[in-house]
């Protein structure tokens, strides 16, 4: 009976064990490697929640990351390396995964699904180490990849170095092996004898891949056989097709060796009767006796031929009806994997099926939406139809406020709203540019302050009757005695000619003699008046060139007054100080009552109305 190693890492041969032995194979169960599951950090699990395409590379792979529970989406396309993968994702997470014909990386990279990631999200879930080439090729196909490694292939730490004596010893003809990971399990530190046998040994393999990594520990491609997967259907299919070369080989006890045996009776009892010979004297007697023991001879030696030639024909006929047993065993086993194989070619058919319904039913939603939203759209363009005229009419009023107005912020206001109104319409890109340009050079413009300035010239006028004259008062006259004064004595009319004489000249020569010395300007109360008056008509005239928006005369109000200011009053007097700071200040203000501001939105409104 041809014995099957299995060395699939524990819980994964039982199944493949068992179609073995229903096939009339000895299998036994040895697993080289085990199979430990890792936490990977959250980053790397982190990208399976806006996954666009999610890889298994194996059915481990599946099973540690359901084990994590972690947020994925399920909408996303999964991708397994074979069907017993796929069963498994269906389980654990309800997606139908993509299958390829060839289950290995090459055959994942030749599906067309996969022929165009640019931009993609795709994370590979896998386990430590393995094939680089499934991810790097996507790399190079421009997906955005993430991995993540959610378990590892160790060594068990049952295996012993004379664990190779052991198989030799339970005669084992082939090994199934699944991965290079087992490979350098099985090749690891053996004598140059356990070597020998080991390559001897017929190997059935999952791949290509692992066939190669085998030639490389020199074992002959005679005795390497290539499953069409590492499904355990794919392994039995493999094994059958080689069981004939691998049955035992057992030969019959033939005619000859029953003659001899049936011979060798009659020549030991010819050699007491050869012995007795030796006397002459009984030499008549031993002949007849010789003559009996040879006769019974003959006789015991046809009942024993007979016997055994019964049981030649017995045997044959059981070797016939064993041979016809593993034949037809034969035929159900092909029967059986024919039926499996039109089961794994119907699933596969309705998942294919499945699919293209659903890609159907999502093409035809994504339609539906689309002519649903332009619906949508050209209903709204035709229920809330945008006015040239109301467009227009706002453009004017703009003009209006800021040309007759000079109302900049009314004028910004006004575009505003026409920019709202036009954000509901679709072809208005320019025209709203052309606004907010102009909003931007409207809302840069400071407002003049007029209130504030306005208040400052007030402040500024009240103070006007504080200001200290740069003068010192008049002294009151003494009483003067009137020397021209007329005589009522005849005698003295000379002397009253001249007294005549200097009241004729006095009325037209004032002459006036003060104590003390004499300071210039001499100013009257009514002339001290008149000054502050003039000062405070040159600040009202500036209030209401302010009022008016007319800054020249504004300027120039303020220039004199504060010249008055500093002609006729004391510089080192406070409230002089507090005036002539207060004008100074004025005279700096920035009055530009009348920007040269052109609106660019007035052409594109006019363009866009025709």
Not at 540 to 557: P, R, V, W
Request: hydrophobic residues 40%.
């Amino acid at each position: 009976m041809t014995h099957i190693l299995i060395t699939r890492p524990e819980g994964k041969g039982a199944a493949l064990a068992q179609q073995l032995e229903q096939a009339g194979y000895q299998a036994s169960l040895f697993p080289v490697l085990k199979i430990t599951h890792l936490t990977p950090y959250s980053t790397e699990l982190s990208p399976l929640l806006n996954a666009d395409k999610i890889i298994f590379i194996s059915q481990d792979a599946v099973s540690a990351l359901s084990q994590l529970k972690p947020d994925i989406n399920t909408k996303a396309q999964f991708y397994a390396v074979g069907q017993q993968t796929a069963d498994i994702i269906y389980e654990q997470f309800g997606a139908r995964a993509a299958v390829p014909k060839q289950y290995d990386s090459e055959g994942l990279l030749a599906l067309k699904s996969l022929a165009e990631v640019d931009g993609s999200n795709i994370v590979l879930v896998k386990g430590q180490g393995g094939r680089p080439e499934l991810a790097k090729t996507l790399k190079e196909r421009g997906a955005f990849l993430n991995n993540c490694v959610v378990y590892k292939r160790e060594p068990t730490e049952s295996i012993t170095p004379n664990w190779t004596d052991h198989w030799k010893s339970q005669n084992v003809h082939g090994i199934v092996i699944t991965s290079n990971a087992a490979v350098d399990a099985i090749f690891k530190s053996l004598t140059a004898h356990q070597l020998q046998w080991l390559q001897q040994c017929r190997f059935y393999v999952a791949s290509e891949r692992i066939a190669a990594y085998l030639k490389l520990q020199q074992v002959s491609s005679a005795n390497i056989h290539i499953a069409a997967g590492a499904s355990d259907n794919a392994m039995f299919t493999c094994i059958n097709q080689q069981g004939s070369n691998m049955s035992e080989q057992s030969k019959p006890v033939t005619a000859e060796k029953a003659t001899s045996t049936i011979a060798n009776p009659a020549s030991a009892k010819q050699e007491p009767a050869a012995t007795k010979n030796t006397t002459e004297k009984n030499k008549q007697k031993v002949s007849k006796v010789a003559a009996l023991a040879l006769l019974i001879s003959l006789i015991v030696a046809s009942g024993v031929g007979y016997e055994f030639y019964q049981k030649l024909n017995a045997g044959k006929a059981q070797n016939l009806a064993v041979n016809e047993l593993s034949e037809q065993n034969k035929l159900l086993v092909q029967e059986l994997q024919a039926l499996k194989s039109a089961q794994s070619n119907l699933q596969q058919a309705l998942f294919n099926s499945e699919k293209k319904v659903a890609a159907t039913l999502s093409e035809s939603a994504a339609q539906n939406q689309q002519e649903l939203k332009a619906a949508l759209q050209k209903a709204q363009q035709q229920g809330s139809s945008l006015n040239p005229q109301e467009v227009t009419s706002l453009q004017r009023m703009a003009e209006f406020k800021l040309w007759a107005e000079k109302d900049y912020q009314g004028t910004s206001a006004v575009l505003k709203r026409l920019d709202a109104l036009l954000s509901e319409h679709p072809g208005t890109v320019e025209v709203r540019q052309a606004i907010m340009q102009d909003i931007q050079t409207l809302d840069s413009l400071k407002p003049i302050a007029t209130e504030a300035i306005y208040l400052q010239l007030n402040s500024a006028l009240n103070s006007v009757d504080n200001l200290v004259f740069n003068a010192v008062n008049l002294p009151e006259e003494a009483a003067a005695i009137d020397e021209n004064a007329l005589s009522d004595d005849v005698s003295d009319w000379q002397q009253n000619l001249s007294n005549s004489w200097n009241k004729i000249v006095d009325s037209f020569i004032t002459i006036r003699q003060h104590e003390g010395v004499s300071i210039e300007p001499l100013l009257t109360d009514q002339e001290r008046h008149l000054i502050n008056q003039r000062i405070k008509l040159n600040i009202t005239q500036a209030q209401d060139a302010l009022m008016s928006k007319q800054a020249s005369i504004f300027f120039s109000a303020l220039s004199e007054a504060k010249r008055l200011v500093g002609e006729y009053f004391k510089q080192d007097d406070d409230a002089t100080k507090t005036v002539l700071k207060a004008l100074s200040k004025l005279e700096k203000e920035q009055l530009n009552f009348n920007p040269k501001i052109t609106l660019n939105s007035t052409q594109k409104v006019k363009e866009w109305a025709q």
